[in-house]
């Protein structure tokens, strides 16, 4: 069983803030294959298969610093193995729009992979990452739970698709060929 873990922050006010880009892509997946998200206490998730693969579409509802503890408990209960899970999330050393694909690595100072590999143990999970961009004036923590410009909504729209491309080519053909495909 694969779990795409899709990294934000719940409710209106977080929706289409840069630190939702893995809520973005994790919402396009389930619309894509017609999957309906049930929200539970701490989390959203749909069971079905995406690209003749058994997979769980996940968005924690914990806040991003908390997103490990949730990804955890759904690798418990569907006897997940690290390798098997994809986990998509913004990225701010990325412009605005690109991708990047990662078999494994540190958090890179953001705070919810921190969590994931604080709960999980290890940091070998592969990432999907959302280029969000950065602006060396505005503090980090203020920027990314900030509305992207509409200049960049275009860039951003295409990123979730192409994002969404990633994490089905992940699950059909390999990270392998994921990441020579859309790094």
């Not at 806040?63 to 997940?80: C, D, H, I, P, Q």
């Not at 990225?91 to 958090?107: A, C, F, H, V």
């Amino acid at each position: 069983m694969w779990i795409v873990a899709g990294l934000g922050n719940p409710g209106p006010r977080y929706a289409k803030t840069r630190h939702n880009a893995g809520f973005m892509v994790v919402d396009a997946l389930a619309g894509r294959y017609r999957a309906e998200l049930r929200e539970r206490q701490a989390y959203s998730i749909w069971k079905g298969s995406v690209e003749g693969t058994d997979v769980i579409l996940l968005e924690p509802l914990t806040f991003m610093n908390r997103s490990g503890l949730v990804v955890w408990e759904a690798m418990k209960k569907y006897n997940t193995q690290p390798e098997n899970l994809i986990v998509v999330h913004d990225d701010i050393d990325l412009e605005t729009g690109k991708l990047k694909i990662r078999k494994k690595g540190s958090s890179g100072g953001h705070k919810g992979i921190e969590s994931i590999i604080e709960s999980i143990g290890t940091r070998d999970f592969i990432r999907v990452k959302v280029g969000v961009g950065r602006e060396e004036d505005i503090p980090v923590e203020d920027y990314v739970l900030s509305r992207f410009r509409k200049e960049e909504t275009l860039l951003i729209r295409e990123a979730v698709g192409r994002a969404s491309d990633a994490v089905c080519e992940i699950l059909k053909n390999g990270v392998d060929r994921a990441m020579n495909k859309f790094n």
